[in-house]
């Protein structure tokens, strides 16, 4: 789906979320979306088919669109979903963040839930949600973790709380037993430098913020690939400052000069590839004849002067949102238990990454693909999806 349809879908689902459009109501005709918003009825179109699948809207051919009804506030049960209030003060949509949504929307609708969302400060979690939930009257909580979140809120949460699924990968509440469901960024790591060797690429950079929950996991990964590549650590990684809230992109711009230029660099998100691709352009860089590009995770695919290689941070959110609401009503029921599932969305390799004209030396494969050694806790599940080429 192209960026100008996501906005559309984004648009439509604020207004039925702040009560625009009730449940049960029909949305305007696609040719009156269209002329509101600005876009061709294709866009509206793809926007509201998005909206289907997502199961917020329901079709009816020669009808029109209409909002599904929802749980209400009497439902039977409720549920909280937790999330980080810079989501709530974002100026433009977040895809990622949106697919999360879809896909708790998506699991829990047929469930009679109501889902009422709390934001909250990291510093004052307790006060946002934590009290909220010891009043009681709800049945169970999805968070979007934060990496400065005390501990010890979420351990007291845990003991007096409702049931709990975290939505992230946060090393310090992952380590009190909590569900999670979350992305699994060293496996993405290990497919991107495994497969640029198997394209028979060497000198590769590895760019890593120096604030992530994943650095720990992602230095094993690439420890091993280092050694393997005959590098020390740090002539594979470098490191992007952003442990005040704001990146610093001055390495790139060194890293990007015909005397430091690697063969092929693997980026963590698609902000960081659209500064690479920038400043590629002003040092008459092409990609992908002069520099092989990729990203861990590409939210906006749509808007990359070259189709970029990376996982569909879009479509692997959906189903983080989905498997976690699922499992959620799964302890509410009380037919499960703990789990911590690493979902592992494929690479999807684009045009931004060749193959090496020169033969590729295949790299010992069987060490290098033990895609459970990659800083996966002990009793862990793996969820694989493969949407590479």
């Not at 690939?225 to 809230?245: H, I, K």
């Not at 684009?350 to 033969?359: C, E, Q, S, W």
Request: charged share 20%; net charge neutral; aromatic share 6%.
């Amino acid at each position: 789906m192209g960026i100008k349809s996501d906005q559309v879908r984004h648009v439509i689902l604020r207004q039925i979320r702040s009560g625009e459009f009730a449940a049960g109501e029909q949305l305007p005709s696609e040719q009156a979306l269209a002329d509101t918003l600005g876009v061709s009825v294709q866009t509206v179109r793809r926007g509201l088919a998005q909206l289907v699948e997502d199961q917020v809207i329901v079709k009816q051919p020669r009808v029109g669109n209409f909002v599904r009804s929802r749980a209400s506030s009497t439902a039977a049960r409720q549920v909280v979903l937790a999330l980080p209030t810079y989501l709530r003060e974002a100026d433009s949509p977040r895809p990622s963040a949106e697919a999360l949504l879809g896909g708790i929307g998506k699991a829990l609708h047929w469930c009679d839930y109501a889902v009422r969302t709390m934001y909250y400060r990291h510093d004052h979690f307790a006060e946002d949600v934590g009290d909220h939930l010891a009043e009681g009257g709800f049945d169970g909580l999805l968070l979007l973790g934060h990496r400065l979140i005390p501990e010890q809120q979420i351990r007291r949460l845990l003991r007096t709380g409702p049931p709990t699924v975290l939505l992230s990968r946060d090393p310090h509440l992952l380590s009190l037993g909590v569900s999670a469901f979350y992305l699994h960024t060293a496996f993405l790591l290990e497919s991107l430098l495994a497969g640029f060797i198997e394209r028979g690429y060497r000198n590769i950079r590895v760019v890593q913020f120096t604030s992530s929950p994943w650095v720990g996991d992602a230095s094993l990964v690439l420890q091993r690939y280092a050694a393997w590549l005959g590098l020390n650590f740090d002539q594979l990684v470098v490191a992007l400052p952003n442990s005040t809230g704001r990146v610093d992109y001055t390495p790139l711009d060194d890293l990007l000069e015909p005397n430091h230029r690697p063969e092929a660099l693997i980026v963590p998100d698609e902000c960081v590839a659209s500064k690479v691709f920038r400043r590629a352009y002003q040092v008459d860089c092409r990609v992908p004849d002069q520099l092989a590009l990729a990203a861990l995770y590409d939210s906006t695919p749509a808007i990359h002067p070259v189709p970029l290689t990376a996982c569909d941070a879009q479509r692997g959110n959906h189903e983080v949102g989905h498997m976690a609401a699922t499992h959620l009503h799964e302890m509410i029921e009380g037919r499960a238990k703990a789990i911590q599932v690493a979902v592992c969305e494929g690479v999807a390799w684009r045009d931004t990454v060749g193959h090496k004209r020169n033969p590729p030396v295949e790299p010992n494969l069987q060490q290098l693909e033990r895609r459970e050694s990659s800083g996966d806790q002990a009793g862990a599940a793996v969820s694989t999806r493969s949407s590479g080429r």
